[in-house]
């Protein structure tokens, strides 16, 4: 007797195999049984006919910023509904362990494009926690859709330790009894089940609120022998360290290959580190393959075990005005963004004196590293209030007014209202033939969905069936890239190996979560644009995907929670089916 079959679908185990028919018998939130043969579901409860459908592990989302929503929707559904089964917290340095409620949204509102008011009012409702323990159970005791794993920030404990403005004032460093409590807390923090630490060395992401508005992140104050103290206690406790390098300065790459490898240490253990981010960039073509060969030669010469994250579809945004984390690598950006009322924004864009400052800072910026272009023929306006610029580039509207790029675009923003031109560009990972070479890097992990973060500027919650659809579309036409079992394994065991979760596998006595995937479905919907109302923050009106043709069904610990287009009655609310994973 089962508590479910699924029955006579095309099984992947999540290790790499080449699929097989099999039949699939679930107990008590495992698999009991994988049979060749057909199960008796007489005495099951439940029987899923999966003939002619793709039967995966769930997908694993190791880069998400649901911290706050996590709070307030815990189903996360617009992940699950897409066949994700397991989310990772606490990325980029932000997580809301132990700092004040204030300072987790100041620290992660602005960096993330979530209304603070939001944030601030989920962690004042729901904190009921002191420390990580708490934190675990408080997140254990929600009724989660998903799974969740979660870092602990460094710049959530730098500010917890060191206050937040001190943590955020360049004069300033941690005096040794600070070192000292940053150590023993994030010790307690892996030992009550977090992963590691998450940093982040950019000083592109700023500081929300009114104390310490548009400060960069109190990790990237940090030096090196503060990171180097705290990469210890990873590696002392097995802990890992996801993290990001200054790009201002890209060989600090290497010293995150020298502090967690093993050849320099008296430790023998590394630490494993996965870094932001691996991308075909337009303003560094060929970055990705030196990247590459410098990830392998870092890893044998060190003794490290350092990967980069990568998102495997391409890397379109959308912005409603500046309102995009692109206009903080610039002064003259950052000036705009940290006006947060609309008609002192406009007022300053309209300024002749900030638009000289504005076009020299873009100029010169385009000599540093940055993750835009600042191509504006390649910026397509898609809604504005003046619908004849509607389906035009901002070059375009220049050429046609005989302006410059840059006068053109912030004309057009302050005719309309800055916040009312909404346009899209595509910053990365452009060509398909150099995405199609990227999905074999065994130096990246197919994973940096941001999911739970910018709301309004970019949805990538079916990355996976987006990169899934490319590998059977490449199959189909005599031209593979990956054999389908192998694109599966780096969507899913792959990922739950390398972080040690008990997740991404599909075998007999694994979870059974898991995701069933009707091929037919697999279609060009799965890139379309959409956008759904957030209940939770406001009503706001944010981007996500909706292809539910591809997905049957998604089930978390054996229970199916959604099917056919629609979530199980109390998803989320009375219904709980994850868990908080703790590393094995």
């Known amino acids: 007797m089962f508590d479910l079959i699924v029955r006579r679908g095309l099984w992947f185990d999540g290790t790499g195999d080449e699929p097989r028919c099999a039949d699939l018998g679930i107990t008590n939130g495992r698999v009991t049984v994988v049979s060749p043969h057909p199960l008796n579901g007489a005495d099951s409860a439940e029987v899923i006919d999966a003939g002619g459908k793709w039967v995966l592990p769930g997908f694993l989302d190791i880069h998400t910023h649901y911290d706050a929503e996590v709070l307030m929707n815990p189903g996360l559904g617009e992940s699950v509904r897409h066949g994700v089964t397991t989310v990772v917290l606490g990325c980029c340095s932000l997580s809301t362990v132990y700092s004040e409620s204030e300072d987790a949204a100041d620290l992660f509102s602005r960096v993330e494009a979530v ?4 944030v601030l009012a989920a962690l004042q409702a729901h904190r009921d926690w002191e420390d990580p323990e708490g934190y675990i159970a408080t997140l254990d005791g ?8 979660s870092f602990l920030g460094h710049s959530d404990l730098r500010a917890a330790v060191m206050g937040l403005g001190r943590a955020t004032d360049h004069r300033i460093r941690p005096t040794p009894g600070e070192l000292d409590a940053m150590a023993e807390l994030l010790t307690r923090a892996i030992e009550a089940g977090m992963l590691g630490m998450s940093g982040m060395d950019t000083a592109l992401d700023k500081l929300d609120g009114d104390r310490y508005r548009s400060r960069a992140l109190p990790s990237t104050y940090a030096r090196w022998r503060e990171r180097w103290r705290l990469i210890d206690v990873l590696r002392a406790h097995g802990g890992v360290l996801q993290s990001a390098p200054n790009i201002d300065n890209p060989l600090s790459a290497v010293l995150f290959f020298l502090a967690s490898g093993t050849r320099f240490s008296v430790r023998p253990h590394e630490v494993p580190v996965s870094l932001l981010v691996s991308f075909d960039t337009k303003t560094a073509r060929g970055a990705h393959q030196i990247l ?6 870092g890893n044998a010469c060190f003794g490290s075990n350092v990967r980069f994250q990568h998102l ?3 890397f379109t945004l959308y912005s409603d005005g500046i309102d995009l984390p692109v206009f903080e690598e610039f002064g003259a950006g950052t000036a705009a963004l940290h006006l947060r009322d609309q008609i002192e924004r406009n007022t300053l864009l309209a300024d002749e004196t900030y638009r000289r400052r504005f076009r020299r800072d873009l100029t010169a910026s ?8 600042r191509d504006f023929y390649e910026a397509t306006i898609v809604e504005c209030p003046d619908a004849s610029l509607i389906g035009k580039s901002f070059g375009e509207v220049a050429d046609e007014r005989a302006a410059d790029p840059v006068d053109a675009f912030l004309d057009v923003l302050v005719a309309n ?20 070479r990227m999905a074999r890097y065994s130096t990246v992990q197919l994973g940096f969905s941001d999911a739970g973060a910018h709301l309004r500027n970019m949805a990538f919650y079916n990355m996976p069936l987006r990169f899934l659809k490319r590998m059977r579309d490449a199959l189909n036409d ?8 192998a694109a599966v394994h780096r969507l899913t065991g792959e990922l739950a190996s390398w972080f040690g979760l008990d997740a991404g596998y599909l075998r007999q006595g694994d979870r059974a979560d898991f995701v069933i995937i009707d091929p037919g479905g697999l279609d060009d919907a799965v890139d379309e644009y959409h956008e759904e109302r957030a209940p939770f923050f406001g009503g706001v009106s944010r981007m996500v995907n909706r292809n539910d043709c591809a997905v049957v069904a998604t089930a978390v610990a054996g229970t199916v929670v959604f099917r056919d287009g629609e979530f199980v009655e109390g998803y989320g609310e009375t219904v709980g089916t994850g868990r908080y994973l703790k590393p094995r």
Request: charged letters at 20%.
């Open 292 to 297: 590459r060969v410098a990830t392998r030669l």
């Open 312 to 314: 495997p579809v391409p």
């Open 478 to 485: 005599g031209s593979p890239i990956l054999p389908l079992g």
């Open 417 to 436: 209202g800055e916040r009312n031109v909404r346009w899209t560009t595509t910053l990365h990972n452009d060509r398909k033939h150099v995405l199609d």
């Open 366 to 373: 385009r000599l540093r590293p940055s993750s835009w272009n």
């Open 142 to 149: 929600l009724p989660l859709g998903p799974n969740v794993a």
């Open 115 to 118: 209304p603070r008011v939001h």
